[in-house]
């Protein structure tokens, strides 16, 4: 794994906002819950986004995009970015069967990803005088074990592309 990645059993910590894992394994909670506030629960399945149209619909349906979304990727990162409207603190995505999500569409795959990737950096903030990065955003995505190496190599590769 590269330099950005942290593997333990069953997690890989690709930014203090974005975690891999396997099926059935888990990230600590302490890693994803904060000391106190409100958190937003979102969870949905990669198996149920085919396409783009299936995509966008889905992630407007479980994470109440406002009516004013634009069905594009620019759209999307716009909502994904803001979320203010959910009435939390923090907030949590869980993608299960993550390499599933739009497997047939490596251009939109891409999309996906890298707005979820853009948007978790933006919610992030550094701790000060600690310097630990914490996120009001968390993306977890849950793989079945013989894709999650794979999967975690595809987004290290996407992450080094200018423009992720």
């Given at each position: ?75 999307f ?6 979320l ?14 993550a ?5 047939e ?8 990803f ?14 000060r005088?600690?310097?630990?990065t ?27 592309q200018?423009?992720?």
């Amino acid at each position: 794994m590269g330099a950005l990645m942290k593997e333990e059993t069953s997690a890989i910590h690709i930014a203090p906002w974005m975690h891999i894992l396997t099926q059935g394994g888990g990230v600590p909670l302490d890693e994803l819950l904060p000391a106190s506030g409100s958190v937003y629960v979102a969870r949905l399945s990669g198996q149920d986004m085919p396409d783009e149209v299936s995509a966008f619909q889905y992630f407007s349906e479980v994470l109440k995009f406002p009516e004013y979304f634009g069905w594009n990727w620019n759209a999307f990162y716009d909502c994904v970015r803001d979320l203010e409207w959910l009435s939390a603190d923090y907030r949590i995505l869980i993608i299960e069967s993550a390499e599933s999500a739009l497997s047939e569409d490596d251009d939109a795959r891409k999309e996906l990803f890298g707005s979820l990737w853009r948007a978790g950096k933006r919610w992030s903030y550094t701790k000060r005088p600690e310097g630990v990065t914490l996120t009001k955003l968390s993306i977890v995505l849950s793989c079945d074990k013989e894709s999650v190496s794979t999967f975690a190599k595809r987004l290290e590769e996407w992450q080094e592309q200018p423009n992720w």
